[in-house]
C-alpha cells in the first residue's frame, strides 16, 4: 500500500494504492467517511485487481485548503481530474466504486468515461434521486445563504433539525445523520464546504444509460432498510426514466461499509469481469 495526491487543474485529492493487478478499481466514500473503509476490500484483491482508494474533497488527506470560497467544481473539472488519475494508473481496463457520495461523484464519471471503463458499482448511492434538502440549500441563491448562516452559528443547525423532525419534514435518523455531522465548526464548516463545492455534480441518468449499453455495466445495491437513500424511491425514479438498470436489495441499513456487503462486492466485480 502506498500514500499518494494527484493534481490536476483545481484538484489534488489524496489517495492509498493497493494491489498490482491490470484492472483498476477506483473507490469513492461517502460524505463523512474516508478512504480507508474500502481498505477490506482492497486487501482481498491486491492479486487481481488495482484499486484506488480516493480521498473526496474535504475529506482525510484530500485537504482542499482554500478552496472553500472558490467556484463549485464543474462536471469537466471532476471528469478531467478523474480522467487524468485513470491514465496515470496505465492500467488497460477499469470500474468505478462508489458509495453515497461517492456514487453520485462515480456517475458523473460515467457520462464521460475514459477508454478502457468497464462499469460502476454503486451502493446506496446518491446521484439517482435529488434530496429537497440538498436542491433547496445548494440551489437557490437564499437557501446557500441560509445554509451558510446555520453552518456558521453555534447551535442553530441542531436546533434546526429538531424542527424539522418535529413536524415531519425529516425522519429521526435523517435529524441525527445531521447533528452526527455538525458536532462543532470544523464538522460544519466540512459540510458547507462539500456540499457547496459539489453542487454542480449531478448526473444525466439518459447520458449514462446510452453509455452503459454500448457494453459498460451497471449494479446497484441498496439497503432495505435505508432511511437516508429509500430504496423504493430509487427504484421508482428509475422505472420513470424508464431504465433498467439492475438493483439489487441488502439486509441493511446506510451503512454497507462492512466485510459482509465487501464480499457481496467482490463477488460482483469477478461475476462482471471474470478476474479472479
Known amino acids: 500500500m502506498s500514500l499518494e495526491t494527484h493534481g490536476c487543474g483545481r484538484l489534488e485529492l489524496a489517495f492509498e494504492s493497493w494491489g498490482r493487478g491490470e484492472h483498476l478499481l477506483i473507490c469513492l ?11 477490506f476490500l482492497a486487501e482481498s484483491l491486491t492479486e487481481s485487481h488495482t484499486c484506488l482508494l480516493i480521498d473526496l474533497p474535504f475529506h482525510g488527506d484530500s485537504k482542499m485548503e482554500g478552496f472553500e470560497a472558490k467556484e463549485p467544481l464543474s462536471v469537466e473539472e471532476w471528469n478531467t481530474w ?18 453515497s457520495l461517492g456514487g453520485r461523484l462515480s456517475l458523473n464519471y460515467a457520462q464521460f468515461p475514459a477508454e ?3 462499469g460502476l458499482i454503486l451502493l446506496a448511492t446518491d446521484g439517482i434521486l435529488m434530496n ?15 445554509f451558510g448562516y446555520y453552518m456558521r452559528a453555534s447551535s442553530r443547525p441542531e436546533s ?11 425522519t429521526s435518523k435523517r435529524r441525527k445523520l445531521i447533528v452526527d455531522n455538525v458536532s462543532g465548526p470544523e464538522a460544519k464548516q466540512k459540510l458547507l ?28 445495491f441498496l439497503g432495505r432498510y435505508d432511511q437516508i437513500i429509500r430504496p423504493r424511491a430509487i427504484k421508482q425514479k428509475l422505472k420513470k426514466k424508464g431504465l433498467s438498470w439492475p438493483v439489487a436489495d441488502l439486509n441493511c441499513g446506510h451503512d454497507m461499509m462492512n466485510k459482509a456487503v465487501f464480499t457481496i462486492i467482490k463477488e460482483e466485480l469477478i461475476r462482471k469481469t471474470g478476474i479472479e
Open 160 to 170: 434546526l433539525a429538531l424542527f424539522f423532525e418535529k413536524w415531519k419534514l425529516i
Open 132 to 146: 429537497p434538502w440538498n436542491r433547496l440549500f445548494t440551489h437557490t441563491s437564499l437557501g446557500r445563504r441560509v
Open 116 to 118: 478502457g471503463f468497464k
Open 29 to 39: 466514500h461517502g460524505y463523512g467517511k474516508e478512504r480507508s473503509d474500502f481498505r
Open 82 to 99: 478523474f480522467r487524468s488519475l485513470i491514465r496515470s494508473a496505465g492500467k488497460p481496463y477499469h470500474t468505478v466504486l462508489g458509495f
Open 193 to 220: 464546504a462539500t456540499w457547496l463545492i459539489l453542487r454542480r455534480l449531478w448526473p444525466d441518468l439518459a447520458r449514462i444509460d446510452r453509455i452503459l449499453k454500448d457494453g459498460a455495466y451497471v449494479s446497484i
